[in-house]
């Protein structure tokens, strides 16, 4: 069954570092998305991707958190420099108008010392 | 759905009974509904959808409603197994734009 993948699954770093992950997402799926979950709360969405361009990143706090999608295929998702209160969990996902969705990958858990 | 931070509605049931979890959400515009679950460390994993132009929908052991006169959405869990445990979330997708609610903690008693 097709996935999502994304790495690294866990990341501990210290503030005022750069940090960066990593969606590959199910093959064939034009639109990407980057939410950010914090314990106990839903996901909200941070960058959404049609292809390689991006639709909506009105949440992205831009001074600091930057996405691209170059290819229209994967995704990196870049802050600089990181911020205690960045510690969330970072999903991202995918999907295709005609099948549903989005679905989402495993996650990255990053934890900022 | 509103967010209640660390402090999620839970929902207790007994293994075997059937779950009803419910979800509010806010926008009359929204066309498309997901309900996904998702266990601790894991990303949310997408269970059931229904389109606005429907009222309910069945999959396996599990029925989505959909109440747009009221705005409401709820998810029943037919003979709930302790796998079942995790939180559910609602969403909602308006204008191609994804929102969540807060999420309700299922626990199954053995």
């Known amino acids: 069954e097709a996935e999502v993948a994304q790495s690294p699954r866990y990341k501990i770093t210290e503030k005022s570092q750069a940090v960066a992950f990593w969606c590959d997402p199910i093959s064939g799926h034009a639109t990407l998305y980057w939410y950010r979950q914090i314990l106990g709360q839903g996901p909200e969405l941070l960058v959404q991707f049609q292809d390689e361009s991006v639709v909506d990143d009105s949440q992205l706090p831009k001074d600091r958190f930057s996405a691209e999608r170059l290819k229209g295929v994967d995704s990196t998702l870049k802050i600089q420099p990181a911020e205690l209160g960045d510690s969330a969990m970072y999903l991202c996902a995918s999907s295709l108008v005609t099948s549903g969705g989005p679905f989402f990958g495993p996650g990255t858990r990053l934890t900022v010392l | 759905g509103e967010s209640v931070g660390l402090h999620l509605p839970t929902l207790s049931v007994q293994e075997g009974d059937n779950s009803i979890i419910n979800c509010a959400y806010s926008?009359?515009?929204?066309?498309?509904f997901i309900w996904y679950k998702q266990e601790s460390g894991k990303g949310p994993q997408f269970i059931i959808d229904?389109?606005?132009?429907?009222d309910k929908r069945q999959g396996q052991r599990v029925t989505v409603l959909l109440n747009k006169t009221v705005k409401h959405l709820s998810l029943q869990i037919a003979a709930t197994q302790p796998g079942d445990s995790a939180v559910y979330f609602c969403a909602e997708n308006a204008g191609n734009m994804l929102t969540f609610g807060g999420g309700t903690r299922l626990m199954v008693k053995p």
């Open positions: 229904i389109r606005s132009n429907m």
């Open positions: 926008n009359s515009a929204s066309d498309y």
